[in-house]
């Protein structure tokens, strides 16, 4: 049974009568994460809420990806391509030479501050309104133990949650702490949230990507490389998520040293990549935000590379390939629906260039407004919406 489909900028390949079998189970909308490659994912939504389509009953989101959920959510139409385009470009954001220098990191408080303030004025009020008695989730991961959680965006802590989801270790200055637990960017452990989605009970899960659905040729690379291959078999990659998780935690001295050689490999690899483009490229990880080369952010790094850090690239490597997986051929009791750009996107997850990120969020509108054109066909039900779901905008 295939119980996939892919809906990109340029076109639509989805079983129509499979996915009819799911129209009408509880409906999750994911979003990835990508830094400013969210740009995309803002396209996608902002079209969305320019058709007044909100059909879902719950909403999972990580790093970027729950920042653009936010906006949609409160329905203000632009401003998470407003926050990418304009905020995260900004030398208050972040600078590279200066991270470098170690005079200044990631400052998602200082962005934080201009969220609220004019001219964006992010409006919680609406969002909790719009939202109703259903549910919204940002992704973290917890420092004590690197599993995921997922915290309501909408609760009295809004800010620290939106922030936690977001803050990537070594880049942002230190870790959140929301009710005397410590949490770090959702990416580490839970690039995609969609496995939580199923787990939750959702049916049929829209998924928004930062990166084309093909399997890349990172992802080739890592499955045909035997030291890798070895090291996969070792730690159990068959073995469920809370298993391989806790085995992490075990870090035995065999596994850290294999994985330790091939960071070195990856990272001479980055150098040569970064040297090509003669240009500063800070990373194009999935976990930096989501997508890409995550192991280009260590040289960056230097002795602020630690064991810790190693230990939360080790579970957002396995994490992520196992989402990978659960995405291909997910279970036969959920369909899986992504959303994402047909090639890779033009914009990195920082550093990217304006006229990068306005093609990025131009495709973005094309494959939301592609899949707003195909919902009805797709689901057999017109493109209804929540009660309290739209206001006037």
Known sequence: M?????????????????????AN????????????????????????????????????????GALNLTSYLCRQ???????????????????LFKHIRRKQRLDLDWAFEQLIAPPYLLDIDVGRFALGDR?????????????????PIFSHQWSDVLKATCAIPALYRHEVKIDNQLYVDGGVSAAIPAQEAWRQGARLITVIRTEPVALNEEMQDEQSANSL???????????????????????TASWRLDFDNFLKQRI???????????????????????????????????????????????????????????????????????IAPEEPLRSSPLLS????????????????????????????????VHDNAYLNF
Not at 81 to 94: D, G, M, S
Request: net charge negative; charged share 20%.
């Open 229 to 251: 291959n070895a090291f996969l078999n070792r730690v159990g990659l068959e073995q469920p998520l809370g298993a391989i998780q806790s085995r992490i935690a075990e870090r």
């Open 353 to 384: 260039k304006p006229e990068d990120l306005e093609f990025d969020y131009q495709l973005g509108l094309q494959a939301g407004k592609r899949f707003i054109e195909q919902y009805t066909a797709l689901t057999c039900r017109p493109p209804v």
């Open 268 to 338: 001479a690899r980055s150098k040569l990549i970064d040297t090509e483009q003669k240009k500063p490229v800070l990373n194009g990880g999935r976990w930096l935000f989501g997508s890409g080369d995550v192991y280009r952010l260590c040289h960056l790094l230097g002795d602020q590379f630690d064991a810790g850090v190693m230990d939360m690239l080790l579970v957002h490597h396995q994490t992520f390939t196992l989402t990978h997986n659960f995405m291909i051929k997910p279970p036969d009791d959920c369909f899986i629906l992504q």
């Open 2 to 22: 295939n119980n996939t489909g892919t809906i990109t900028d340029q076109g639509i390949a989805v079983d129509v009568t499979t996915l009819n079998k799911y």
């Open 77 to 95: 139409k632009g401003l998470g391509k407003a926050f990418i385009n304009e905020l995260t470009v900004r030398p208050e954001f972040f600078r």
């Open 135 to 151: 549910e919204a989730y940002a992704a973290v991961t917890n420092i004590h133990d690197l599993h995921d959680e997922y915290l």
């Open 25 to 64: 189970g509880r409906h999750a909308l994911v979003a990835q994460g990508g830094g400013q490659k969210g740009i995309f994912t803002a396209g996608v939504l902002d079209s969305f809420l320019e058709a007044a389509l909100d059909p879902f009953d719950v909403f999972y989101g990580t790093s970027a």
